[in-house]
Every structure is written in C-alpha cells, then in structure tokens.
C-alpha cells in the first residue's frame, strides 16, 4: 500500500468515528427531546422523572406535598354578575321582552326564561344584593342573592354561573331559583365584660373624643397618642352625641384613677348621635394608653387610623 493511501485511510478513521460519535448524541438529544415532551404530557411527575433520567445534569426537587395552584377561575368570584343578572331579571317581564331590563337579563343569561309578573303586583324588588357565593367545581359557581321588597319582605335566590378558564367571562346558565336564607352564625362571647362607670376619666375621655370625631367640637388630635393619626370626618355627619355604655376587656379599664403611663385598655362604647333626621345608635370599639395622667386613643377598629395604634 502506498504511502499517499495509507495517510488517507488514517485520516478518515478519525472522520468515521467522529461522525459516529456526533450521531449517537443527536440520537440521545431526540430520545431526550421525545421523553421530555411525553412527560409533559403525561403530569408533573413524570415530568420530574424525565429530567432527572436525561444526560443533562438537572435534579428535580421532590415534594411530598402536591403545590397548591390557584387558577384564575378559582379566583375571579361571579357574585357581582349574578347580582346584576337577579336584579334585571327581577324588574323585566315577558309581556315586555323589549324593555331595558329584560335585555339586560337576556344578555346575561339567553337561555333564561324571563318572568311573567301580574301587571298590578308591585313585584319589583327595592334592592337585590350578593350575600354568598360557592365554587362547586372548576369554572361552576351558585351564587346566593337577596332581594329586599319595600313592603318588607326579603327573598333568597340562588343563581347558577359559569366562568371561563380565565375567570374574565362570566354566563348565568340556569334560572334562579328561591331557597332559604343563611341561618344565623353562633356570636362568640363578648370580651367586653368589664363595666366602666359613666362618670370616669375614661368615659369622660371617649366622650370628647367621639363628640370632637362626630360633631367636629374640637380638633380629634388632641385625644390621640404620640404618633396616631385619624382622618377625620368631614363634614361632621351629627350636632349631638352622647355617650350611653361603655364596657371595657380589661379591669384596668373600670380603675377610679388613670393608671401607670403605658397601660393598654380595649373598649367598647355605645354611644346615641343626634342630627335633624333623628336619633342614631352606634358602636365602636377602640383601644386606649395611659399617659401623663390622661386616657388616649391608640386605635379605632374599622377606622383610618395610622401609625401608633396597637395592631
């Protein structure tokens, strides 16, 4: 064999094994590519099993515990189209199909046959509102909406609705249909036990804080702790307010003299408003601290008090 074939043999051993050697990676790639696709397929786990079996150096983290995954269905609550849907559906007949609220009703709910009132019946409701609502399964709903007659009765219908897998597009897919109310919730004991006498600093203390709140006699400031700010209201709803119980968490609360500085008390106060429409019973609870001889409001729950308060 010449020299010039045998160089050529030599070379082309190296090509052949390269190219073999090339080939079986891009087969391993494919395999790789076809395991992973067949695993997304099949659900996460065999996911996790074909990325910890493929040449590339990835572990998946294993979980005993499967992620909650909270879709946008799942999320987006249909009571307000329901309430919408209940409220025309209402105030529409089908001697009037052409009317506002029966096409409203029609829009929402197609399928839905409208209602036939007596022409002379005051039927229609003076408020309908969305009190429950319960996802049955993915993308089904049955929401619970109350009407409330001026003549004074309230009637229950539960409605219905299906939302789309990305909880943006909503459809009633039943008519309503009348049920009973939700039953009353047991009351849990009040922690307000503790009877603080009418003529006490504290009383006398949330007195002028509510009259400075509610009728705008004074500036709310002067009855906050250090740090504590109140949006007052503006303006003043009431000419008049009184204060009738207050009844306090802690004993501290009922003491003859104001405590040591830096003494927390939760209360609740009872107190009657006064305007040109009449008389308002109303309720707060509110948390109070000792300071320099006087009591001091640190918090009122429910209202837009910031800073300082005891959260």
Known sequence: MSPGKQASESGAAPSMAAGVELEKMRRRVRLSRLALFTA????????????????????AASSDKPAAVRTAASAADPAGYAQVFVDAWLRSSADDA??????????????????DPVASAQSKPASVTAVRSAQREDGAWAVTVAAQYADGRLRYFVVPVAADASGASFAVTGAPGVVAGPARAAVATSPYGVSVPSDGDLSSAVGEFFGALLTGAGEVDRYLAPGVELSPISPAPYTAVTVQEVWGAEEAAAAEQVPADGTKVRVRVQVEARDDAGRWPLAYELSLRARSGRWEVAELQSGTIKGGGDR
């Open 40 to 59: 997304i397929a099949a659900g996460p786990v065999a996911l996790g099993v074909a990325v910890m079996s493929g040449p590339a150096t990835v572990a």
């Open 98 to 115: 052409s009317s506002t609220q029966a096409r409203l009703a029609q829009s929402l709910a197609p399928d839905v046959e409208l209602p």
